[in-house]
């Protein structure tokens, strides 16, 4: 199906949609080292600059509209929140397009705090204004863990419907294959750091074999907060994340040897990223990059639910043509 990509960033989720069989046709992003790392490893069809610049009509037709819009303002980490926070506002982008153009189906993104943000007022209003632009809504918080992802990542997904297709397509969200603890139903046990590091050369050792080998040299001190935990390797990792000192500073996940901060190369690992995916940036900037991503494999699985409700959509059209 043909995809449109909003606030695509490097293109986690947009990779992720493409192993799962579709395909995208346009995409958007207004930081230019994130448009480059997009354009030299997914494709040359992103556009770069503020998506409010972007008129509705330069934005072709699509299947799906996906996108996490920013999310800092919304963010549990950010105890000034507040919905007049200019940040906050990209999400009238996303209506908008969404309006405007009317896919069959869509998915948005954000972090877990925005369904707490004000007293949940945030989520009601972002939910109320994809209902108004014509579309069935379900939300749940999904941690990428749960989709063989090793990484301990909770993020809430919207996902949408448009109205005038069948109840019997809705999209639903991907169940679980993976899980902390044995399960009947057969779910694998989750990814751990250990796992995902394992498929790394050390950036120490063999600082040239793959693409941003580079780490901070932010020293690691054992604390009780972000970003001076100790990760465990027989555990998923923490979330990564994209807030640092501009450096690749505090908050770049330390590595399980204690030693030193995780690299970049190491932290797209986590993030599902292909070793020979490459970051264009200095050393912050990619680490940014990398911790706003959306995790490929998560992105992955939610390509394979629109796969599905496309595939119940197109079976209930053949069982009415019959009936007809």
């Known amino acids: 199906m043909r995809v449109v990509s909003l606030f695509a960033g490097a293109g986690g989720l947009d990779l992720g949609l493409i ?19 997009y354009s030299f ?21 699509a299947d799906i509209i996906v996108g996490g819009f920013p999310c800092q303002g919304f963010s549990q980490a950010n105890l000034k929140r507040a919905m007049d926070d200019p940040r906050n506002a990209l999400y009238r ?24 943000m004000d007293s949940g007022r945030a989520y009601e209003i972002i939910t109320k204004g994809f209902e108004e632009s014509g579309y069935r809504v379900v939300t749940k918080v999904l941690n990428a863990a749960d989709y063989g992802v090793p990484q301990n990542r909770h993020r809430v997904i919207f996902m949408g419907t448009r109205i005038d297709i069948p ?9 679980p294959t993976h899980s902390s603890q ?14 995902a590091l394992a498929l790394v050369p050390d950036p120490v050792e063999f600082p040239d074999a793959v693409p941003n080998q580079a780490f901070s040299q932010y020293k690691f001190v054992e604390r009780n907060f972000t970003g001076h935990r100790t990760t465990d390797p027989n555990k998923p990792s923490p979330t990564i994340l994209a807030r640092g000192n501009g450096g690749g500073g505090v908050n770049a996940t330390p590595h399980p040897n204690g030693l030193r901060r995780m690299s970049i190369r ?18 912050g900037s990619a680490y940014r990059q990398v911790g706003n991503a959306v995790p ?12 599905s409700a496309e595939e119940r959509l197109q079976a209930s059209m053949s069982t009415s043509e019959r009936a007809a």
């Open 182 to 195: 044995p399960t009947a139903d057969g779910r694998l046990p989750h990814l751990t750091v250990g796992e």
């Open 19 to 37: 192993q799962a069989g579709h395909k995208i046709i346009w995409a958007n992003d207004f930081d230019p080292d994130s448009v480059a790392t």
């Open 93 to 116: 982008q996303f209506v908008r397009v969404l309006s405007d153009k009317k896919p069959k189906y869509f998915i948005a993104e954000n972090v877990r705090g925005l369904m707490s």
């Open 296 to 307: 490929v494999g998560l992105g992955r699985a939610l390509g394979l639910a629109v796969k």
């Open 266 to 283: 190491e932290s797209a690992a986590i993030q599902t990223f292909p070793l020979n995916f490459s970051f264009v940036g200095r050393l």
């Open 41 to 61: 490893n997914i494709g040359k069809h992103i556009v770069l600059g503020p998506i409010e610049d972007v008129p509705s009509s330069e934005i072709p037709d």
């Open 167 to 175: 109840e019997a397509a809705n999209l639903i969200h991907p169940e």
